[in-house]
T-cell receptor
Framework: GENVEQHPSTLSVQEGDSAVIKCTYS??????FPWYKQELGKRPQLIID?????GEKKDQRIAVTLNKTAKHFSLHITETQPEDSAVYFC????????FGTGTSLTVIP | NAGVTQTPKFQVLKTGQSMTLQCAQD?????MSWYRQDPGMGLRLIHY???????DQGEVPNGYNVSRSTTEDFPLRLLSAAPSQTSVYFC?????????????FGNGTRLTVT
């Protein structure tokens, strides 16, 4: 099966700085890569996704990049705000969703 | 649309008891799944279903049963609860396996087994 590794496990940034979370995957057939944000005590919610035929996607302050050759993809959050503080999960999918172990992001005001 | 609805929100069981976690979706999704979330372990797949009448095991299926008699419902049964099953359980659905559509999660059930 697929193996997804996510780094770092914790990340602290100053408000206004950028945050980058990286994931690698093992199955070259994976073709869909969503990112989820989970606030404390809440359910994971989709924030952005990318398909294997696209190299980069941006939605306001959030962007995702995908390098299929190297089998890694990254989440970029610019101009971070305190409400960005949460746990972020990446996933690689073909027939199943395989999740990384999560990154706890803290934005310090 | 209510999306994915899970009940109960919280449950405390004694070791050896059985119970069923309910999950229903109103989005006509073919794919439904159950995950457990433990600190530092991410989301681990327990069981999944690609349509009514079809279920299969995920990464951590032992101690759990599922059935899918309708497209809407996908209950998770704990046969004989153990302390190792203390966790937060999420039900999630999507349009189809391999469809490139995202998972939609329910609000979760926090289960404690004493």
């Amino acid at each position: 099966g697929e193996n997804v590794e996510q780094h770092p496990s914790t990340l602290s940034v100053q408000e206004g700085d950028s945050a980058v979370i990286k994931c690698t995957y093992s199955d070259s057939a994976s073709n869909y890569f969503p990112w989820y944000k989970q606030e404390l005590g809440k359910r994971p919610q989709l924030i952005i996704d990318i398909r294997s035929n696209v190299g980069e996607k941006k939605d306001q302050r959030i962007a995702v990049t995908l390098n299929k050759t190297a089998k890694h993809f990254s989440l970029h959050i610019t101009e971070t705000q305190p409400e960005d503080s949460a746990v972020y999960f990446c996933a690689a999918t073909r027939n199943q969703f395989y999740f990384g172990t999560g990154t706890s992001l803290t934005v310090i005001p | 649309n209510a999306g994915v609805t899970q009940t109960p929100k919280f449950q405390v069981l004694k070791t050896g008891q059985s119970m069923t976690l309910q999950c229903a979706q109103d989005m006509n999704h073919e794919y439904m799944s159950w995950y457990r979330q433990d600190p530092g372990m991410g989301l681990r797949l327990i069981h999944y279903s690609v349509g009514a009448g079809i279920t299969d095991q995920g990464e951590v299926p032992n101690g759990y049963n599922v059935s899918r008699s309708t497209t809407e419902d996908f209950p998770l049964r704990l046969l004989s609860a153990a302390p190792s099953q203390t966790s937060v359980y999420f039900c999630a659905s999507s349009y189809g396996q391999g469809s490139g559509s995202p998972l939609h999660f329910g609000n979760g059930t926090r289960l404690t087994v004493t």
